[in-house]
């Protein structure tokens, strides 16, 4: 990897995508490392893109992960159950555990002049860059979206009109490309509601997990809360995706009216990075547990 000194971060999403391009456009393909940080529980549909992007590229895309048949965990679901948890009060177990913990282990290992990360040119990014700055002055960010005005409607178009198709999820209705093999743990109510009407299937297994996590723990664990002042009042804000007998004082999914799908956070391995922007709607509808 000789002279490959601008690390860009490849997430599986438009804008990470596009900012890889420009990345490459910038600094030239022998100087670019594009790298994703595989939970191995993304849509089979986000690996066809890999391959899409690399050609597109003409960079090899390098796929690092924590989980092999021979280490502590195999699968994501294997994260979940050794933490009986799945969102914390740092965000989700999964993506610390899949992505930050091991995107920290490969900045201690590895040397490098610049990181390319894919915030949109939107008032919400250039907060979250200038978060990104103080909370990981090691990291040495370059935002190249937001140095060329580009936002996710813009990387649409650019990845369109070279021919390359977007993500399945985005044609979905979804508006990123996060894990969803299994569906994502930071969704929000409209997200989850949208998964068990489209994809039953994936919503019964996260449902199992859910009461599998809550008997092991001896404690409701969720993904969801209810944050209305009827809940607020009564005290019970943990949302179950169905009914659980064991616990009928809660509400499930379907005690709430259809809500939108809102954007979700960037599955980017760098929490704390929202410092200086107002939890948005499906943040307040998350349940961020303490463990």
Known sequence: MENKD???????????AVACKKAIEMYGKDRCRVIMLDTC???????????????????????????SANGKYKTIQDVWYDYE?????????????LKRELRIKWQKENSYTYQIFGFEFTKKEFNRAMSMKDNYKDSKPIFPLLMMGLDKS????????????IPN??????HNNNCLKTGCVQ??????????????????????????LTELKGKPVTMLKDQSNAAKDSGIKLVFL????????????????????????????FCNTNMYNPKNQTQFEINFENI
């Open 169 to 174: 999820s985005y044609l979905y209705g979804f």
């Open 6 to 16: 601008i690390i860009c971060w490849w997430s599986g999403g438009v804008t990470s």
């Open 85 to 97: 948890s799945l969102n914390v009060a740092t965000g989700a177990i999964c993506s610390t555990v």
């Open 154 to 165: 813009d990387c649409i178009k650019i990845l369109t009109g070279d021919g390359i198709k």
């Open 242 to 269: 169905s009914p659980n007998e064991n616990y009928p004082e809660y509400k499930s999914l379907s005690d709430f009216p259809i809500m939108e799908v809102k954007p979700l956070e960037e599955c980017n391995g």
């Open 187 to 212: 969704g929000g109510i409209g997200y989850w509601q949208k998964m068990k009407k489209d994809f039953p299937e994936k919503f019964n297994q996260m449902d199992k997990v859910e009461k599998e």
């Open 41 to 67: 529980n993304e849509d089979e549909d986000t690996y066809r893109f890999r391959t899409d992007c690399s050609f597109w590229y003409n960079v090899n895309i390098e796929t690092i992960s924590v989980l």
